[in-house]
């Protein structure tokens, strides 16, 4: 965009900015309720995880989760703009799982949001868990149809309400 105004500033100066519009960002960042506690005991129990993110700037992804503690936990991370696709294409949810070493159907996604990671996670082949305590909140955040969002939602191999539910699920298998 900047270029067809006539611009073009050193790409040095454009992420420098980004960087520092995100870090401010980061400062209204916080993890879920449990969300340490949980990944520690998915890691004692020897799960591998992963991130799939629709984020628009990678570096935001690692920042965030290293400023919440939590990136020692993941294996991979894998963001849309990384990849060039959106979250929407069940390519990046295949790209991360092969990343990881494993086939789709050994995976499972875990997300808050029920057309991008239920859906989507599952038209990839993998099993899914709905994290729905704030669901209603990120389908207004997307406009949204609530009833639509909802039922595809319920469509997830398990539905959870707060993250200590997690381990449970899984163990009850997927």
């Not at 570096?59 to 990384?82: D, I, K, N, Y």
């Not at 099993?127 to 305590?133: C, G, N, R, S, Y």
């Amino acid at each position: 965009v900047l270029e067809l105004m006539g611009y073009t500033p050193p790409i040095d100066d454009i992420e420098e900015v980004v960087s520092d519009l995100e870090r401010k960002c980061l400062l209204d960042v916080a993890p879920v309720s449990g969300a340490l506690d949980t990944l520690q005991r998915l890691r004692d129990a020897g799960y591998v995880m992963g991130v799939v993110s629709s984020a628009g700037w990678p570096p935001f992804v690692e920042m965030a989760l290293e400023s919440e503690g939590m990136r020692p936990f993941f294996a991979e991370v894998t963001t849309s703009a990384g990849e060039g696709i959106y979250k929407s294409d069940p390519v990046i949810f295949l790209r991360a799982v092969s990343r990881l070493g494993i086939e789709p159907d050994e995976a499972v996604h875990v997300g808050d949001h029920a057309r991008f990671d239920v859906q989507t996670a599952r038209s990839a082949g993998l099993h899914t868990v709905w994290f729905a305590a704030h669901a209603q909140r990120t389908a207004h955040l997307h406009n949204a149809d609530w009833d639509s969002l909802s039922k595809q939602g319920m469509e997830a191999d398990a539905v959870i309400y707060a993250l200590p539910e997690l381990l449970a699920a899984l163990e009850r298998g997927l």
